[in-house]
């Protein structure tokens, strides 16, 4: 079989990754400092841990898998923190990614699909975003991703290396199996905060700003199902594997939902109350991001058949309720 090596593999969306890779015959190594991700949830394969600022430990994992490809994820990824924290982000991110592909490229291992961002668009008032659109990060998120989109494509010049970047617009959802989910301390992300409030682990939602320039004030944004996103990423492993060149590519539905939509869904789905009060705007985040795109579903024949609120409300939910990871 062949190996994958998986950064943030012990992360949301690298475990739930590692699942579908082993489902489509290859290994996955998890490789993951734990810093934000679980050792419980590397189920799928051989786990290393280990930081990317550390080359020689990069080289090691090289030397002992020799990876047919890398799947990058692991990074820093909250919009509020990278804006009070830039050196972090661009440390971590940027700093982390020019290590993992120079020991990629030196390791011989020449194909890469990297996690990018919605948000290295930043706010475009009313700009259909495809993937021919001007970036304008709106956070260090956002510009510490743009750069490592940068990075590959200097890389592809001189090295040959490969790779197929995807743009996430908002992942949600669960394994429908429950075997990973999403589970983040401190939780930020919007969806698992509503089911915290539902679970009684948290008092009340904060809306963050209600006077954006949208139909009921408050953000939108376009919802993925994680399983969705991570069979992307498969087909993108089969694009490279296939000999095409590197290519963006968007992962959204086209579709957005406003904060209160999404809390409007929850309260459907799981017949809870929801307690919610208003708060200010978030820094760094935009009115809305919504894919423009279907290149995906176009060239790499994605179909993003779980994507609908309901279902990654429901996922969500079900994996909610097991409690989330201990270590
Ligand atoms: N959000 C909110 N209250 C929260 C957390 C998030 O109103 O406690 C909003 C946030 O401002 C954004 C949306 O929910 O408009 C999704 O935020 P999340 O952090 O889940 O993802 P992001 O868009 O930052 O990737």
Redesign the pocket.
């Known amino acids: 079989m062949k190996n994958i090596l998986v950064t943030g593999g012990a992360g949301y969306i690298g475990s739930h990754a590692c699942k579908v890779l082993r489902e489509n015959g290859y290994t996955p190594v998890a490789f993951d400092n734990l810093a934000t991700g679980w050792q419980d949830a590397v189920r799928f394969g051989p786990f290393e841990h280990g930081d990317l600022c550390d080359r020689d430990r990069l080289d090691q994992v090289f030397e002992r898998y020799h990876p047919h490809a890398v799947m990058h994820f692991a990074a820093l990824?909250?919009?509020g923190e990278s804006v009070e924290k830039p050196g972090l982000y661009w440390r971590n991110n940027v700093l982390g990614s020019l290590n993992l592909i120079e020991a990629a490229v030196a390791a011989d291992c020449r194909k890469l699909v990297f996690s990018s961002t919605c948000?290295t668009y930043g706010d475009q008032d009313g700009v259909v975003l495809d993937e021919d659109s001007s970036q304008y990060p709106a956070n260090s998120y956002g510009s510490s991703k743009r750069a490592i989109e940068e990075m590959l494509r200097d890389f592809e010049a001189a090295h040959g290396l490969r790779s197929v970047t995807f743009r996430y617009f908002?992942v949600a959802g669960a394994d429908p199996e429950a075997e990973v989910g999403e589970f983040h301390r401190p939780e930020?992300?919007?969806?698992p905060?509503i089911l915290d409030v539902i679970e009684g682990k948290r008092a009340d939602?904060?809306?963050?700003?209600t006077d954006y320039d949208t139909p009921d004030g408050?953000?939108i944004?376009d919802y993925v199902h994680v399983m969705d996103l991570v069979d992307a990423h498969v087909l993108g492993l089969k694009w490279l594997e296939d000999g095409n060149p590197s290519r963006v590519f968007n992962l959204g539905t086209g579709h957005g939902f406003s904060?209160r939509e999404?809390v409007d869904e929850v309260r459907r789905v799981t017949n809870k109350a929801i307690a919610c009060k208003e708060?200010p705007?978030?820094d760094g985040?935009c009115a809305k991001?919504v894919s423009g795109s279907d290149r995906a579903i176009r060239e790499l024949g994605w179909r993003p058949d779980r994507s609908s609120l309901e279902r990654m409300v429901a996922d969500a939910w079900k994996w909610h309720q097991k409690g989330g990871y201990s270590s």
């Open positions: 990824s909250q919009v948000a908002n930020t992300h919007l969806i905060l939602l904060t809306i963050f700003g408050t953000c944004r904060v999404v708060g705007r978030r985040d991001l």
